[in-house]
């Protein structure tokens, strides 16, 4: 507490305050710290509209969430998080097309905000980020990658989970065992009231290595598939 008090965007101390309301089973207040902690790390004027629409998702109230998520994209146009749960609402509502569209929309969104970050770099190398940073983008290039699988787009997948694991050479030190609080999307079909737990780095990366190595198998690159089960 006193951490954040001194320095409210310290993105650790928020990990920690999340994780002690998941020790102390407290979901509420658990939900509540890293709704906190993705708002701040965001700095977003469209923060109210998404935490309703949140809650709308998971109760698959489709309209109302629409309704919450068109305000937010007025309230800020460039948070990548309005298409990216709408991606999660056109999918729970049956229309795959349009949660495609969505996440491009968010991805695109995303990783303009990254290279606007890496601007003030002048030495020619990239930026050593904390992965909470490439937390959102991962998980929408994996829902985007699988969803490409599940309709056949098997190059177009290749190139989403490839993305993602390219993403490992600008993690800072540590970068395993960080729980990703920004990956985490409003989930339909938990049950209400659960304890946040996201996935950390490692997770997400080795997801993407089993889709490629899947895939290259698929494509008659074994050798090349094998490779990515190490």
């Known amino acids: 507490g006193k951490a954040l008090e001194m320095d409210p965007e310290r993105s650790d101390a928020h990990e920690q305050l999340v994780a002690l309301f998941v020790l102390l089973g407290d ?9 906190t902690a993705v708002n701040t790390r965001y700095q977003t004027t469209a923060a109210v509209m998404l935490d ?6 998971s109760s698959t109230a489709w309209q109302g969430a629409k309704q919450s998520l068109s305000e937010a994209r007025a309230l800020d146009p460039t948070d990548a998080r ?10 729970g509502d049956g229309r795959q097309a349009e949660a495609e569209a969505a996440l491009r929309t968010a991805i695109a969104l995303e990783e303009a905000r990254l ?16 992965p909470q940073d490439l937390g959102l983008v991962m998980q929408l290039r ?29 993690f800072s030190t540590g970068w395993q065992s960080r729980p990703l609080f920004t990956a985490m999307l409003p989930d339909p ?8 737990s996201p996935n950390n780095a490692a997770t997400l990366v080795a ?4 889709g490629t190595g899947q895939l290259l198998s698929t494509m008659g690159q074994a050798q090349e598939g094998l490779d990515e089960f190490r």
């Open 27 to 35: 979901a509420e207040k658990a939900t509540a710290a890293r709704v």
């Open 52 to 57: 309703l629409a949140a809650v709308q998702i």
């Open 82 to 91: 309005t298409p990216a749960y709408m991606a999660v609402v056109h999918s």
């Open 115 to 130: 290279r606007l970050d890496d601007l003030p770099v002048v030495s020619g190398a990239a930026l050593t980020r904390d």
């Open 142 to 170: 994996l829902m985007l990658g699988n969803l490409y699988v599940s309709s056949g787009r098997s190059s177009e997948a290749l190139e989403q989970y490839q993305a993602i694991t390219s993403y490992v050479t600008r």
């Open 189 to 196: 079909t938990a049950p209400q009231h659960t304890l946040p």
């Open 207 to 210: 997801a993407a290595h089993f």
